[in-house]
């Protein structure tokens, strides 16, 4: 009897750590999909999918640039579109602390930004420092914080090169008529726009 007891309490022990793994693990990849959710909305202008990463209450801080959180996309949209033609925001190095329905996260970036006239490129890198929060089951962003760590200027001119542009690459639109919007995606499907 004692045996089975035990055998039994180490049942329950294993399967309540799995359920706590496996938590983690989501609230992990839902965090992760919220901070790449909001660099995908930045790059595409997609406002509605920018705003969807923050509560409505959220606060983002870019320099002394602060918005609340279902404002910062067209404030974002506008920057962009005055400094640039194309950019990408690419989230690398990502931490995260959870402690029950709060999360706080440190995402590298790299962004890199072609100019309007086509020519340069711009490259930051900087950290998205964010509390993430759980309501209602959606981890969403309650504050963020953007760091610059380095910028410097490049030389983009090979895009406008007949060597670049007779090959015919894709380049992204900044909304929704570029190609990652499309379900299911196709060869068919004319591309939006070509270097």
């Given at each position: 009897?004692?045996?089975?007891?035990?055998?039994?309490?180490?049942?329950?022990?294993?399967?309540?750590?799995?359920?706590?793994?496996?938590?983690?693990?989501?609230?992990?990849?839902?965090?992760?999909?919220?901070?790449?959710?909001?660099?995908?909305?930045?790059?595409?202008?997609?406002?509605?999918?920018?705003?969807?990463?923050?509560h409505d209450?959220?606060?983002?801080?870019?320099?002394?640039?602060?918005?609340?959180?279902?404002?910062?996309?067209?404030?974002?949209?506008?920057?962009?579109?005055?400094?640039?033609?194309?950019?990408?925001?690419?989230?690398?190095?990502?931490?995260?602390?959870?402690?029950?329905?709060?999360?706080?996260?440190?995402?590298?970036?790299?962004?890199?930004?072609?100019?309007?006239?086509?020519?340069?490129?711009?490259?930051?890198?900087?950290?998205?420092?964010?509390?993430?929060?759980r309501r209602?089951?959606?981890?969403?962003?309650?504050?963020?914080?953007?760091?610059?760590?380095?910028?410097?200027?490049?030389?983009?001119?090979?895009?406008?090169?007949?060597?670049?542009?007779?090959?015919?690459?894709?380049?992204?639109?900044?909304?929704?008529?570029?190609?990652?919007?499309?379900?299911?995606?196709?060869?068919?499907?004319?591309?939006?726009?070509?270097?």
């Amino acid at each position: 009897m004692y045996r089975e007891t035990e055998e039994h309490l180490t049942l329950d022990s294993t399967l309540e750590q799995l359920q706590a793994d496996v938590r983690y693990l989501k609230d992990r990849i839902e965090i992760l999909d919220c901070v790449a959710r909001h660099a995908r909305g930045c790059d595409r202008h997609d406002v509605d999918l920018i705003t969807a990463a923050y509560h409505d209450d959220a606060v983002d801080e870019h320099g002394y640039a602060s918005n609340q959180g279902p404002e910062y996309g067209e404030w974002a949209n506008e920057v962009h579109a005055a400094t640039s033609k194309v950019h990408t925001h690419n989230i690398t190095t990502h931490s995260c602390d959870i402690d029950g329905d709060t999360a706080h996260t440190e995402s590298y970036v790299l962004v890199v930004l072609i100019g309007n006239d086509g020519t340069t490129a711009q490259f930051i890198s900087g950290r998205y420092l964010d509390r993430l929060e759980r309501r209602d089951g959606q981890w969403r962003i309650a504050i963020r914080r953007s760091t610059v760590e380095a910028m410097f200027l490049g030389d983009a001119r090979v895009l406008k090169s007949s060597f670049f542009t007779e090959k015919g690459y894709l380049v992204g639109t900044r909304d929704r008529s570029d190609l990652s919007y499309e379900r299911p995606l196709k060869l068919d499907i004319p591309a939006p726009a070509r270097w």
